[in-house]
């Protein structure tokens, strides 16, 4: 018997092993984990097929080492999953198979839950406490009950260090007075009684309708719905019945920032743990929630894009929330697309899936003009409020103050004296994105990019956001030595400073990377959101996407220029999505929003048909042009992306690849190669060999002779290279 097993390695290949000296074959399934020796290393590896022979002298086979599964670890459908996405993908196996798995399980551990750490949990006497105002007066104790309130089934100590400072010492205070207690982990039913439904609208009940027939076969549905119009709720009733029905649910979210409000809605109404995975989580956590929602003690399990590859018991449903989001889209490695994964995978297994937006991907319109997907629309906001006005401000010629015109600071102060919250938009993080000197001109450029450092005053530091290359912020000019160094354009980090000037008395919260880089530290920001100790936020998109702030009444859009003129043919609909995305955080029933929208361009077309005429009359005209020019959805891409410390080489190399694709490229199209938009990035130049066709199939039957011509060439192994099928971005 042959073991072909699927190495760790950028190598496109399974390898040939013979069984352990001491295994019994019999024993042996697909899935299992196999160490082997390879090269002089010992790695742990992944039985992909058992084979009755073998190409190479059998003679020459060296024997795995160890078995280290006595049963397959990956489930069959998961198993075949993989095996689809590295054909589609054209990625080496053995990096297919490590991206499925969890850290631990990678690394050969044992395919058993860590033994798990008392949790913190409110009591009841804790709850009567928290409904009490005057505990508001011990706010340090306040906020870490109001957290504990929010964790029906209990939180690890560990994720509660960072909700208050001397966590330890406040939890035993709270246990003291019988406000919080220790206990171990819950594994059945959820602590507290499920919240009954909200009664659903007219939409809602017929999507939730439309969804609940289908359970049992394979659909996909499209429901768009304006945000605040109860996508969530919808989410909520599926995944109950589809529970009723003994089967388990996989919720697919973006980004780790729309976890935490998603979680408590679910915590709140359905039954069980969840298993929760996200890249946040230590590798501990990442595997007892694997290990639950293989054994199906998990009945829904909530993730980002490695989610897709979550084995489940008894699948029954697939949803993914925000299913436009370039962050399901991976964009190093293995580059998959959770979200079409998704699809394949329901398809596999005759379930249905969800795609959840309010502005869905155009590729995802597409499909539902051609009756791939069913659409479900959510035209109104749940509780009757209409979605607020988007009011564009021209500042032409217009006084500035650190990228704030008088008219909006006018408004923003309107709102704040009516005591509601105010939200700003701006999509950059840092102080400024350019230091300069006044006198010469220099600019703080990456030692190691083509782009600027961006200064980031609290920490003294220039940053570069695309090799992460950090040094102190220059106290004099390198090129003159000209002290008058002045930080140009703004950052999120710049806007906090001005607008603490300009309204000292308020409460004000910023939310991006930097800020949320502690664990716990997004809940607690979320948190002081949500009680209004926190009435002017600033935020990048961390904070446009998926959050529920209803005394949000006016939301600011600082800077819309930056995306409307973008080298990318995708440019214009991320910025489409990213504004109504934006503006959708403003008002609910009861408290009607505003948005305005700061532009220098402000006659230009697409921000006049989305303020106009909407969302789908803007991917309509959109699809129009992607048509006519023949780019995606109406033809498909690959691009083989080459690197290399001289740029010579990385070209050279693309025009011996395009030699090989030629002979084979018939009805496609072969561009390139070019240098990348960005060419020098953490010190090694990048170019770009793009192949487009019109028929997916011409291009994948291209790509699968293809591939196995590179691989098989003797390539400079001082190129790294790699190819991305259906690419979101061409930089």
Not at 85 to 109: D, I, M, N
Not at 182 to 201: D, R
Request: with cysteine; proline share 7%; charged share 20%.
């Amino acid at each position: 018997m042959i073991l072909r097993i699927a190495v760790p390695s950028r190598l496109y290949r399974t390898f040939d092993y013979l069984p352990p000296p001491d295994c019994d074959p019999a024993t042996l399934q697909p899935g299992m984990r196999v160490q082997v020796p390879f090269g002089r290393q010992q790695v742990v590896g992944f039985l992909v097929e058992l084979g009755a022979d073998t190409a190479l002298d059998i003679a020459s086979l060296r024997p795995a080492l160890a078995v280290l599964d006595t049963e397959a670890l990956l489930p069959p459908d998961v198993l075949a999953l993989i095996q689809w996405a590295q054909r589609y993908y054209h990625h080496p196996p053995g990096e297919v198979f490590t991206t499925a798995l969890p850290v631990l399980l990678r690394q050969g551990e044992p395919a058993i839950a860590p033994a798990s750490t008392p949790l913190w949990r409110i009591t009841a006497a804790g709850r009567a406490a928290l409904a009490d105002d005057s505990l508001r007066r011990a706010p340090v104790q306040w906020r870490m009950l109001d957290y504990l309130a929010q964790c029906p089934e209990g939180a690890e100590p560990e994720t509660l260090r960072p909700v208050v400072s001397h966590s330890a010492a406040t939890l035993r205070t709270l246990r003291d007075k019988g406000w919080a207690e220790q206990s171990a982990a819950l594994e059945g039913a959820t602590a507290f009684a499920p919240h009954p439904p909200p009664a659903l609208n007219v939409a809602q009940a017929e999507a939730v309708a439309a969804m609940i027939a289908a359970l049992g076969r394979f659909q996909v549905f499209l429901l768009e719905g304006v945000t605040g119009s109860g996508k969530t709720e919808v989410y909520l009733q599926v995944i109950e019945a589809a529970l009723a029905q003994g089967r388990q649910a996989l919720v697919l979210t973006p980004e780790i920032g729309l976890t935490p409000q998603l979680l408590a809605r679910f915590r709140e109404r359905l039954p069980g743990p969840l298993a929760v995975s996200h890249s946040g989580l230590s590798d501990e956590e990442r595997l007892k929630a694997w290990l639950m929602a293989r054994e199906g003690r998990a009945r829904v399990v909530v993730g980002t894009r490695s989610a897709v590859f979550a084995p489940l018991q008894a699948p029954g449903i697939l949803i993914i929330d925000e299913e436009h989001d370039p962050s399901f889209k991976q964009q190093d490695g293995f580059r998959y697309h959770a979200r079409d994964l998704a699809i394949v995978r329901g398809q596999q297994l005759g379930i249905p899936v969800v795609l959840g937006s309010a502005t869905p991907a155009l590729e995802s319109c597409h499909n539902a003009q051609r009756g791939r997907y069913q659409l479900l629309s959510l035209p109104e906001r749940v509780g009757g409020g209409a979605e607020p006005p988007i009011h564009i401000l021209d500042v032409r010629r217009q006084p500035m103050r650190e990228g704030l015109s008088l008219p909006l600071l006018e408004r923003i102060r309107a709102h704040l004296d009516r005591d509601e919250q105010v939200l700003l938009f701006l999509n950059r993080r840092g102080f400024s994105p350019v230091l300069l000197c006044h006198e010469c001109g220099w600019i703080s450029q990456c030692r190691h990019c083509d782009a600027r450092m961006t200064l980031h005053l609290r920490r003294q530091r220039l940053i570069c956001h695309h090799c992460g290359d950090q040094r102190a912020v220059d106290t004099a000019c390198p090129q003159c030595g000209s002290v008058d160094l002045r930080g140009l354009g703004q950052g999120t980090e710049r806007l906090e400073t001005a607008l603490c000037q300009e309204f000292p008395e308020v409460g004000l919260t910023r939310m991006d990377r930097d800020s949320t880089r502690r664990r716990g530290s997004l809940e607690t920001l979320l948190a002081d959101i949500h009680t209004g100790g926190r009435r002017l936020l600033i935020g990048t998109q961390m904070l446009a996407k998926g959050h529920h702030f209803p005394d949000v009444t006016l939301v600011g859009i600082i800077d819309a220029d930056q995306g409307l003129y973008g080298i990318d043919f995708r440019s214009s609909e991320r910025m489409a999505q990213l504004i109504l995305q934006v503006a959708g955080r403003a008002g609910r029933a009861e408290k009607p929003g505003t948005v305005i929208i700061q532009t220098h361009h402000p006659d230009h077309p697409l921000l006049r048909t989305l303020v106009s005429r909407g969302y789908p009359a803007f991917a309509a005209e959109a699809l129009a042009e992607r048509q006519a020019a023949l780019l995606p959805p109406f033809a498909h891409q690959a691009l083989l992306r080459a690197e290399a410390v001289d740029p010579e080489r990385a070209t050279a190399f693309l025009n011996a690849a395009r030699a090989l694709a030629e002979p084979l490229a018939d009805g496609l199209e072969v561009l390139g190669p070019a240098p990348a938009p960005m060419e020098r990035r953490a010190g090694r130049y990048r170019a770009h060999l793009l192949m487009q066709a019109t028929q997916r199939q011409d291009l994948h039957r291209f790509l699968h002779r293809w591939t196995a011509l590179l691989w098989a060439d003797r390539q400079d192994r001082q190129v790294r290279w790699s190819l991305d099928v259906d690419p979101l971005e061409l930089y």
